[in-house]
C-alpha cells in the first residue's frame, strides 16, 4: 500500500512539474518563425547579395552636397590655431608708455593692424597690453604651430616670442623694477 501511495504521489508532482514548464522556449521548439524571422529563399539571398555589392561606401564625415577641400590635417590645424596659447609672466613688466604689466596668465593673441603686427596679452575678455611686435621667420625652435613663451634678453628686458598659422612675432619689454 506504501508503494502505491508512492508511485500516486510522484506521478501527481511529475503532472504538476509538466504544467509550470508551459509557454517556454520549448514550446516553439522545430517551428520556423520562432521569432518572428520569416525564412529567405536562396534567390532572395543571391538579390540581396547583390544589391550591396555595385554601391560605394561614402564617408560619413564629409556633409551631402557640399565639395570636399581640405583634410582632416588641416581641419585640425585650422581649430588649433583658433585657440589662444597661455603665457605666465613671472614679473612685473614695464611697456614703453610706462604702463606695467602685473605678474599672471595671459592669453596671447598676434594680430595685424595695417600691416605692423601687435602681441594682444588678454585677461578673461579684457585687453590688459597691446605690445608692438617684429615679424620673423624665425620659429624660435617650437615644435608646435601655436605657441608663446619669454626669453631672458639681457638683465634688464625679457623677449615675448609668438607664433601661429599666420605669423611669428617677438617683442621685447622692459623689467619692471
Known sequence: MKKLLVILFAIILSAENFAFAE??????????????????????????LESKKGKKKRDKNI??????????????????SKE????????NLKQADGTIIPTGHYQVEGIKENGTPYLKLYQA???????PATETNDDFGEKTINFVKLI??????IQIVFGNVDFNAYSVIDIAE
Open 152 to 157: 631672458p634678453h639681457g638683465s634688464t628686458h
Open 84 to 91: 589662444l596659447p597661455i603665457l605666465l609672466i613671472p614679473l
Open 23 to 48: 509557454g517556454d522556449l520549448w514550446d516553439n521548439y522545430g517551428d520556423q518563425n520562432v521569432y518572428g524571422q520569416k525564412p529567405v529563399s536562396e534567390k532572395e539571398f543571391e538579390q540581396a
Open 125 to 131: 575678455h579684457y585687453v590688459i597690453a597691446k605690445l
Open 63 to 80: 556633409p551631402k552636397g557640399e565639395s570636399f577641400m581640405q583634410s582632416n590635417e588641416t581641419d585640425a590645424i585650422i581649430n588649433t
